[in-house]
């Protein structure tokens, strides 16, 4: 079933936004430069804006259709809006904030559920004005996922957050997003924090779609790899924690491949065994070789194969699946010196120090 089908323009002040898309997947990244209209985009499929002309499907139920004077309200499109600044009612305490828009199909049960996963249960009889930043957005997002929606929009709700506490809050969302099935479009001008959640994306630039689909994929497009290299490429991996060297400070990461080493302050964290995580890493940390090589500093020594060379001006980017997919960055140089060419095996070589978590201490979140 398709998540959401848009074909649509409006014109307002100088402005065009012409979006033609369809989205399947389950968590979708929007991406984009400021004044893209990456925000109209939502508010027009949250009801908040009108196209001149168009149509709007949400999992194939048709929403607006110009042609037909059909329009729905806001409120009858089911759509959990979460806005940047979150939107609580100051008036009302944690629990009457998340019980607004309560739909009777929701029990005690689902409720508990709802907060106890973004670790809310606590705060439950708190002020809006008696909780920190990050409880807040989780609230709003609690709210929107108790109106049982048939999608969740949020608009850039991580950016007054600083990078630990946003990504602490993307770590609770994605066990959500999975225990209750409901697609998730979500604006972000960070892409590690849409790739924590999703390698999907759509990206809008100039008022238009210039690029749609995997990561992996777009960075093989000339428009979409223009846009997404200003805020610099990266590799987003999901991995799980083995063990914890207190003593050395290194943690040995898995996936159910390879064994990847990291630097752990374990002065700072609250890491354990088995719990999953994000680690990033960036193209121009990683080195590549025909061979493992003996006697040398970097522990991260991972055999893959080519998937893909992409050629941008005077470097190659190659994609290598080692069960988990990684962009190494070369010089042309160095793909005719070495031979590269899609379907080889290569090594990946990178320090621990290289890997970077994407959520510090999530062990000791409390006060999130």
Not at 304 to 327: P, S
């Amino acid at each position: 079933m398709s998540v959401l089908k848009a074909n649509f323009l409006l014109n307002r002040h100088g402005f065009s936004l012409d979006i033609k898309c369809e989205i399947n997947a389950q968590v979708t990244g929007i991406f984009g430069p400021s004044g893209a209209g990456k925000t109209t985009f939502l508010n027009i499929i949250s009801g908040l804006e009108t196209p001149d002309y168009g149509s709007l499907y949400i999992k194939n139920r048709e929403i607006f259709n110009s042609e037909k004077n059909l329009n729905l309200p806001p409120e009858k499109r089911k759509i959990g809006y979460v806005f940047q600044e979150g939107r609580l009612f100051p008036h009302m305490n944690v629990t009457q904030n998340l019980k607004y828009g309560l739909k009777q199909n929701i029990n005690q049960t689902q409720f508990k559920e709802v907060t106890d996963l973004l670790k809310i249960t606590e705060i439950a009889d708190k002020k809006v004005s008696q909780i920190s930043g990050g409880q807040a957005q989780r609230v709003a997002i609690g709210r929107a996922l108790l109106s049982s929606p048939d999608i969740l929009v949020l608009d850039e709700p991580f950016s007054a957050l600083d990078k630990d506490l946003r990504h602490r809050i993307i770590s609770l969302l994605k066990p959500l997003i999975l225990k209750f099935n409901i697609p998730l479009l979500v604006i972000s001008h960070d892409l590690s924090d849409l790739l924590m959640l999703s390698d999907q994306l759509l990206i809008i630039k100039d008022g238009k779609c210039s690029g749609h689909g995997s990561y992996y994929d777009l960075i093989g497009e000339q428009e979409a790899i223009s846009e997404m290299s200003k805020t610099g490429l990266i590799n987003s991996i999901d991995l799980t924690v083995d063990y914890v060297d207190k003593v050395k400070g290194m943690m040995i990461l898995s996936n159910n491949k390879h064994k990847i080493y990291a630097e752990s302050r374990v002065s700072t964290n609250g890491y354990s065994d088995k719990q999953q995580l994000n680690v990033v890493l960036r193209p121009e940390d990683v080195t590549l070789a025909l061979h493992e090589i003996k006697d040398i500093s970097i522990q991260n020594q991972i055999e893959g194969t080519i998937e893909r060379l992409i050629i941008t001006e005077n470097k190659v980017l190659c994609v290598i699946d080692h069960g988990f997919k990684l962009i190494a960055e070369v010089t042309l140089a160095t793909k005719e010196k070495m031979n590269l060419k899609e379907g080889n095996k290569i090594w990946s070589l990178f320090k621990a120090a290289a890997v970077k978590m994407n959520v510090h201490g999530i062990g000791n979140s409390k006060e999130l």
